[in-house]
């Protein structure tokens, strides 16, 4: 499943990308498949538990340092398509291309 997130820190100002850091970091070292963008952290694993810990994880990061956080999540579930996350990129990459 691919789970793509932003987690917001609420009320520590406009300068928001140290906070933010914090949540990368925990996905970062959780060793799944993860992309960062500006918008969103998208990151790839077998299930819910799985990718749901690391989201909650990295949530509880950012609340850390900011009593409040704001989390948007979508989420792609799909048993059994492992590698999606560079897969779905290079389809379109292919189609611009061709």
Not at 75 to 98: C, N, Q
């Amino acid at each position: 499943m691919l789970v793509a997130f932003s987690v917001t820190p609420i009320g520590t100002g406009e300068d928001v990308g140290e906070l933010v850091s914090e949540a990368v970091r925990v996905v970062r070292a959780s060793g799944l498949p993860n992309r960062t963008d500006a918008m969103f952290t998208t990151i790839e694993g077998a299930d819910w538990d799985e990718v749901m810990t690391v989201v909650r994880d990295a949530v509880a990061a950012v609340e850390a340092r900011a009593g409040r956080v704001s989390l948007v999540l979508k989420a792609d579930i799909r048993e059994g398509s492992p590698g999606r996350l560079e897969a779905k990129v290079a389809t379109v990459e292919r189609h611009l291309a061709g």
